[in-house]
């Protein structure tokens, strides 16, 4: 497989990122052996229980996982509305449910990843695409605290466009935002079917991220560690 650095990769128009578990880690914390209860307590004006919040809670990731119509994707609070119901409870709390699975599936930038982006920042156009249930309003807070949201032009969630990928809406929507073609950009994920299967079917070149086996649709690259985005060590500091 061929080296992966921009030089390599004749500095693309725009990389378009994945998140997490590809720029964001120690998200989707969302098994039953999480303490919702904790977080849903930190909340203002919660009246539920601490067993039935996480009974709840369980049942609207239960639910969200089953959804069976992806082009149809619901807004979380309208799933744990729907779970409350079915569970004789009152709708009112739907919103607090909704920011307790939020803040549990948002993670962290860690420092390794907002410095790679500033260093790309300097070379190439970056935007964001990723699949999330919650809204995105967790994520873009934390772009903030992290000095990152200026770095990317276009920032995609599925759950506002209420798609997932590797549904081509959601890349094409980027695609459009970003006013390019599919073949002036360079997808990075981690995933080799909402990612690389994703991005690569529409002419996207893309890179695999991590150890996982290959998708259908073979990346253009495919490294370890995303440090090898990165250009030469002489050529950081120069512009596009």
Same mark, same amino acid.
């Given at each position: 497989?061929?080296?992966?650095?921009?030089?390599?990769?004749?500095?693309?128009?725009a990389v378009v990122f994945d998140l997490h578990n590809t720029l964001m880690f120690g998200h989707d914390r969302l098994g039953p052996e999480q303490d919702y209860a904790s977080t849903y307590r930190q909340l203002d004006g919660g009246r539920l229980p601490?067993?039935?919040?996480? &009974?709840?809670? $369980?049942?609207?990731?239960?639910?969200r996982w089953a959804?069976?119509?992806?082009?149809? #994707?619901?807004?979380?609070e309208q799933v744990a509305a729907r779970v409350l119901r079915r569970m004789g409870l009152q709708g009112e709390e739907a919103a607090r449910i909704a920011e307790v699975v939020a803040l549990h599936e948002v993670g962290v930038l860690p420092q390794a990843s907002r410095q790679l982006l500033h260093t790309l920042r300097r070379h190439t156009r970056l935007a964001l695409v990723s699949n999330?249930?919650?809204?995105?309003?967790?994520?873009?807070?934390?772009?903030?605290?992290?000095?990152v949201s200026q770095l990317f032009e276009v920032v995609v969630f599925s759950s &506002?466009?209420? $798609?997932?990928?590797?549904?081509?809406?959601?890349?094409?929507?980027?695609?459009?935002? #970003?006013?390019?073609v599919a073949s002036e950009c360079l997808f990075v994920g981690?995933?080799?079917v909402a990612d690389i299967d994703g991005a690569?079917?529409?002419?996207f070149r893309t890179a695999l991220v991590g150890p996982r086996p290959v998708a259908t649709h073979r990346p253009d690259y495919q490294r370890s560690t995303l440090a090898e985005l990165l250009p030469p060590e002489g050529d950081r500091h120069g512009g596009r």
């Open positions: 497989m061929r080296p992966l650095s921009l030089q390599h990769l004749c500095r693309p128009e601490s067993e039935l919040v996480d &009974e709840v809670v $369980c049942a609207v990731v239960a639910d959804w069976n119509e992806p082009g149809l #994707l619901p807004p979380m999330i249930w919650s809204d995105s309003r967790l994520w873009h807070d934390h772009f903030d605290r992290c000095g &506002e466009l209420g $798609c997932d990928k590797p549904d081509p809406r959601i890349f094409l929507e980027a695609l459009d935002q #970003l006013d390019i981690d995933d080799p690569g079917r529409l002419g």
